[in-house]
């Protein structure tokens, strides 16, 4: 199944936007983002499987897109999207 | 034992306060940090009291909840990120030393405005008087010696006026006073979590309008790359491992307070303060009292021919906690020209009942007429 991950800059953070995702019925999960797409070094990230540009313009709205944004392949490798 | 010293700590919290804190020490490891389940637990946990601490305070989002080790060590972030040497500071004549050693250390021109006890009409003068031309206003919400709760709200308005930043210490009015972060428009207010919001020691909260410098350096779980602290909220002062345990025992504080309603709790301390002053009236102790609206649950008193702390002593002999001396605020002694003397507080708390409140004055009276 694909996965989204919307980078965060903090935990804080992604658990504000977690916290509004789900006042909107979106179920996400609060993660350790990979290393590999952790420009900065240790971040979060929101996990998600399904309603991604729902997510993203629901964070948008509400002025909280912070970080890049990936979608999973099926080989395990993460792809930029911009959606 | 009758304990009334809670505006130094409330020592009686609600059952669920430990309970939490000993879950936590059980089941949760550091916050912010790894990936796995008792990380995100202690992640939750944290989350879940800025979010709560948002809400109380009105506060626009859980990021600028910062927590702290005490009221102390937000008051230094605040100051010493907003001050420099030979800045004129106007503070209250009411401060606690957390306000005014900072202050002095940071080498602030140190102004004092409103010397008056229970007067805000002299007190509002003096701000407006001397508040032009200042780099910053610090003031306490409630007097910690005599419970006297200053007019803030229009404090902030004079600091408005004049383009000055404002920090608020509202050590004694957190968890008993409506304290409304985004209308009182200060740049910061700092607060203990183990008073009035009835958490553990070791915990406290700077609400934050601004991004201050940190005062402290090093691991955020955040940024590692970069050696400098984040630019951003709450990891930009939140160096080093957090209090999860401590922060656990907040949020089961912070709920009670919501719960049991901080006008009922200020209410109930009221009653009782009403009942001590009522029963001691005729005494020969002179009691520190204000209008009713103009107080919290803190009442001060002096005995006569006697001194404060023998007083406190022969109180504790009988079971009776209270705190006598200067209470780390001889700004507020000298404004009330008890600074040779101090006084003996009496800090009530949610828990105290009238009849504790009966039973401290029949005490008093007993050691009133033995005097």
Redesign the interface.
């Known amino acids: 199944m694909t996965q989204y991950l919307i980078m965060c800059r903090s935990l804080t953070y992604a658990q504000s936007s977690a916290r509004l995702l789900e006042r909107s019925g979106i179920t996400v999960n609060v993660v350790k983002a990979p290393q590999t797409l952790s420009s900065g070094g240790c971040t979060y990230a929101l996990a998600l499987q399904k309603k991604f540009d729902l997510a993203v313009n629901t964070l948008k709205k509400n002025k909280m897109i912070s970080g890049k944004m990936f979608e999973r392949s099926d080989s395990g490798e993460y792809i930029e999207v911009k959606p | 034992m009758i304990y009334l010293d809670n505006a130094a700590t409330s020592m009686l919290k609600p059952h669920s306060v430990a309970k939490a804190v000993a879950d936590a020490i059980n089941n949760m490891a550091s916050?912010?940090r790894?990936?796995h389940i008792p990380a995100?637990r202690a992640?939750?946990t944290v989350?879940n009291c800025?979010?709560e601490a948002a809400e109380l305070f009105n506060v626009n989002?859980?990021?600028q909840i910062v927590f702290t080790v005490n009221a102390t060590h937000g008051l230094n972030i605040a100051i010493s990120s907003m001050v420099k040497r030979g800045d004129k500071v106007v503070i209250s004549g009411f401060e606690h030393n957390s306000v005014t050693r900072p202050l002095a250390a940071a080498g602030a021109n140190i102004v004092v405005a409103g010397r008056c006890l229970f007067d805000n009409a002299t007190l509002l003068d003096d701000f407006a008087k001397k508040i032009k031309g200042s780099k910053l206003v610090v003031c306490t919400h409630v007097s910690n010696v005599f419970g006297y709760i200053l007019p803030v709200n229009e404090i902030s308005k004079l600091c408005r006026e004049e383009s000055v930043p404002l920090i608020i210490d509202a050590s004694q009015s957190a968890g008993l006073l409506p304290i409304n972060f985004d209308s009182l428009c200060a740049d910061f207010v700092a607060m203990p979590g183990h008073k009035g919001l009835l958490g553990p020691q070791g915990t406290g909260i700077l609400i934050c309008r601004e991004v201050p410098a940190p005062l402290m350096h090093g691991g955020?779980?955040?940024?590692?790359?970069?050696q400098k602290m984040?630019e951003?909220?709450?990891?930009r002062l939140e160096a080093g491992t957090l209090n999860t345990a401590g922060i656990a025992g907040l949020l089961e504080g912070i709920r009670y307070v919501r719960k049991r309603g901080i006008e009922n709790i200020i209410d109930h301390e009221r009653k009782l303060m009403k009942l001590m002053v009522s029963q001691l009236s005729a005494s020969n102790y002179k009691l520190f009292v204000g209008r009713e609206t103009m107080q919290s649950g803190v009442l001060s008193l002096l005995p006569e021919n006697r001194d404060c702390e023998a007083l406190a002593q022969r109180l504790a002999a009988k079971g009776i906690c209270v705190r006598s001396g200067l209470h780390c605020a001889p700004t507020a002694h000298i404004s009330a020209g008890t600074i040779e003397s101090g006084t003996v507080r009496f800090s009530f708390s949610p828990f105290i009942s009238p009849a504790q409140i009966m039973e401290v004055c029949r005490v008093l009276k007993h050691l009133d007429i033995k005097n």
């Open positions: 916050p912010g790894g990936g995100m992640a939750e989350y800025r979010a989002s859980a990021e955020s779980g955040s940024d590692s790359i970069s984040p951003y909220l709450p990891d």
